[in-house]
Structures are given as C-alpha cells and as structure tokens.
C-alpha cells in the first residue's frame, strides 16, 4: 500500500512539473512579450466578418501570414515587409500563421495593395489582374446584374473578363473579405525586430 502511495505521488509530481513546463510557462513568456503594438487596432466588424470567411474558404492553405527573420529568407527582399513579432498578432484567433506559400505572405497585404478596387477584381477572377496566377477564382462573392442598385460596388474587369450585357456587382461577403484583406497592415513600428548577423547565410 505504501508503495503504491509512492508511485501515485511520483506520477503526480511527474505531471505537475510536465504542465509547469509545457502549459503554464509558454503561457506566461507569451503574456509578457505579446505587447500591443502601437498602431494595432482591433479588426472592425466587416473585417472580421471577412477574416472568417477567409478561413472558411482555405485562404490559409495557401497564404501564409509570417514575414520571416532575415537570417531564414529575403522576405523583406519580396516587399513582405518587416519580421513577424508576437504582438502583430494580438487580435487573431484562431492565428493564420500558415504553413504553405503557393501564394505571397499576405500579413502586409493591406499596405502593398491598398486598393479595394484591386482586390474585387482580384478576387472575381486572379487572372484578370495577373494572367499567370494559379488562384482559384471566387464568382460566388459577386453577381451579374443589368442595373446596379444605390450603393452598389461594380467591379472593373478588362473587357476580356467582364460580362457581354450588364456589369458584375459585389455582394456583402466580398466587401467583407476585402475590408480584411485592407485592414492587414502591420507597417507600424516595433521595438524589437529580428535582424539577421552580419555574413549569415540567408536562406531561399
């Protein structure tokens, strides 16, 4: 009987110092340095809306959302801006860090693109802007009409893209996405920042 009151003891320290380790310090390190940023505001209503349909529609299967250190990739280099810090992601959950870049880190999207305009068209058919892009189209945020109701947002297509007879209007879910795609911006400044050492390799 002693001896089992010893093992449970054991096996309970065990697990006690495994959650110590594993759960609650990770969890403490990330509170402390997970500042807000200045310049970091909450997503507004829209956007988030638009962040959500974002997940729903795999963007993150493709898109990453992590500007890399210097000393990983010249991903300043691609006009991704500036290394990733905790605090950028403040306002995310779930965080869409990604894994994939079949497309280009969106995390700076909003400053490198700042028209909506752009994204519609990019959204409604990637081959209109970029001939060569491999981006699923996404017509079901958008519908052809013959007569665009008050506050309506057409959508510029070139004429090789646009409709014979009428004009291609957005619907709400792609004034949503895009309005999140626009509120990616994490151009502000930061306090730390990862800088690769001088002669260190830099990976592709």
Known sequence: MTRAVGILAGAAMILLFATLMIVVMPTIQLQSSAKVPRGLEPYSESAQRGRDLYVSLGCVYCHSQQPRDPSLGPDGLRGWGRPSVPGDYTYDSPHLLGTMRTGPDLLNIGARQPSSAWHLSHLY???????????????????EVDAVEEGGVVVDLPP???PESGVI???PEALDLVQYLLELDRTYEVNEIPRADAGEEVGP
């Open 125 to 143: 058919n990637p081959r209109a802007i970029m001939p060569w892009s491999i981006m699923p189209s996404y017509p079901f945020l958008f519908a």
């Open 169 to 171: 209007v957005a619907l």
């Open 160 to 162: 090789d893209y646009a």
